[in-house]
């Protein structure tokens, strides 16, 4: 989106390879949670971690019970409009964050803030860091910069820590 290319047909392959796995992963989270309700098969690890995602957010559930609509949605940030498949997301890359303590420290700061707010609630305020850095690094197109994302969870805790009633 932020690179213009002059080159078109490189273009329409990225971004059909976008669309492909946009729809393949959508499809996983469906099938995945197909699985789940239908309890014949044993989940994989990733199917455990999806299936608990999913559970926390019951307002997703019609939908991921129609695929073709899941599949199909368009969904608009700059209209409010908030995309399940990419919050889901942004929870499992949090918690792979917190089991795999990258950046370096998130592990324990995570634990800290579970503790004053709750999983979900501290994973909710967490993707605000999140997508901040995300963004940064995607108008810049560098990696996502571990620095400022610790140090806006840092500010987040002190938050917590002074709001806390
Ligand atoms: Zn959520």
């Known amino acids: 989106m932020v690179i213009m290319s002059s080159d078109n047909a490189s273009n329409t392959t990225s971004s059909d390879q ?4 946009r729809e393949q992963l959508r499809q996983f989270y469906c099938d995945t949670w197909d699985k789940h309700l ?4 044993t989940l994989t690890d990733l199917e455990q971690q999806v ?3 999913i559970k926390e957010h019951p307002e997703y559930h019609g939908l ?11 969904y608009l940030p700059e209209m409010g409009e908030n995309n399940p498949f990419l919050h889901m ?8 964050q917190v089991t795999t303590n990258r950046p370096v420290g998130i ?9 004053l707010k709750g999983v979900h609630d501290t994973e909710h305020e967490m993707m605000e860091c999140l997508s901040e850095a ?11 910069d571990e620095n400022s994302y610790l140090d806006c969870l840092g500010k987040m805790e002190e938050k917590f820590r002074t709001n806390k009633d």
Do not use: C
């Open 64 to 74: 991921l019970e129609n695929k073709e609509a899941s599949v199909n949605a368009e």
């Open 134 to 144: 995300m963004w940064q690094a995607q108008q810049n197109n560098i990696a996502p």
């Open 18 to 21: 976008y669309e492909q796995q």
């Open 51 to 53: 299936t608990a995602v």
């Open 89 to 96: 997301g942004m929870h499992l890359g949090i918690r792979e």
């Open 107 to 115: 592990a324990e700061l995570y634990q800290r803030l579970v503790a």
């Open 38 to 41: 239908k309890q014949q098969q």
